[in-house]
């Protein structure tokens, strides 16, 4: 069973830092699984924020380029997104999600990803 558990979301003004991180773990190694960030603010559909391939090629959200970094450590299966200059549009529910079934990502829309995180909340103050 693959789980996901965010961590690291809070409240920062705009122009500030987070770093979010989620815990990865499966049935197989998780260095081989898709992986991305997804966000959901109140009101408006989940967007794909940015993704990484096992290989550790990466995409990201044209809004987001830039600003935030998708990173992995497989040693420590653990998932993270270095976020910079955020500002109050980046205010959402950001969620971990993972496709263990492909190396290279499909792409960056929620039915690309089938296993997900809980989420972690992020507020960005004008």
């Known amino acids: 069973q693959v789980q996901l558990v965010e961590s690291g979301g809070g409240s920062v003004p705009a122009g500030g830092s987070l770093k979010l991180s989620c815990a990865v773990s499966?049935?197989?190694?998780?260095?081989?699984?898709?992986l991305g960030w997804f966000r959901q603010a109140p009101g408006k559909e989940r967007e794909g924020v940015a993704r990484?391939?096992?290989?550790?090629?990466?995409s990201y959200a044209d809004s987001v380029k830039g600003r935030f970094t998708i990173s992995r450590d497989n040693a420590k299966n653990t998932l993270y997104l270095q976020m910079n200059s955020l500002k109050p549009e980046d205010t959402a529910m950001y969620y971990c999600?993972?496709?263990?079934?492909?190396?290279?990502?499909?792409?960056?829309?929620?039915?690309?990803?089938?296993?997900w995180g809980q989420g972690t909340q992020v507020t960005v103050s004008s």
């Open positions: 999600a993972a496709n263990p079934w492909r190396t290279i990502c499909s792409g960056s829309t929620s039915t690309d990803f089938n296993r």
């Open positions: 499966g049935y197989y190694s998780t260095r081989y699984y898709c």
């Open positions: 990484i391939d096992a290989g550790g090629s990466d």
